[in-house]
């Protein structure tokens, strides 16, 4: 259900979703951008309508909200059937790595530089 929410905000913003996978402690979304938006501007709309929306229809069984922040990483076309696949596969994906070993990865990966104060509150 939070998927299709989240895929109509994108949708009305001019976005093409082309894969979205929501687990308990994060959410995976692979968006053909539309340039008229920022990520970041996207991000805000995306964690502020949805969670609005959690609430009001009492989807959890206390507050919803999403943590400060978000991570963006940018895939060549040629990607984008290996990153599908990988957001479809999250289930399988997490019973071998949780969140903050994928995330952290990510960084590694994408030679990102970070600091411990300014990650996640990783949910174990």
């Known amino acids: 259900m939070l998927e299709k929410y989240i895929t109509g905000i994108a949708r009305n913003k001019g976005h093409k979703v082309l894969a979205i996978f929501c687990m308990p402690d994060h959410c995976h979304l692979l968006v053909g951008l539309n340039p008229n938006q920022s990520v970041s501007d996207l991000a805000r709309d ?43 596969n999250q289930p399988q994906h997490h019973k071998k790595k949780n969140f903050r070993e994928e995330y952290l990865e990510f960084l590694r990966k994408f030679e990102i530089k970070s600091n411990d104060d300014y990650l996640f509150e990783w949910i174990d």
């Open 46 to 88: 995306l964690k502020s309508k949805s969670s609005k929306w959690m609430n009001e229809m009492k989807l959890s069984s206390r507050k919803f909200y999403w943590q400060e922040g978000f991570g963006a990483f940018s895939y060549s076309r040629s990607q984008l059937d290996v990153v599908v696949k990988y957001i479809r």
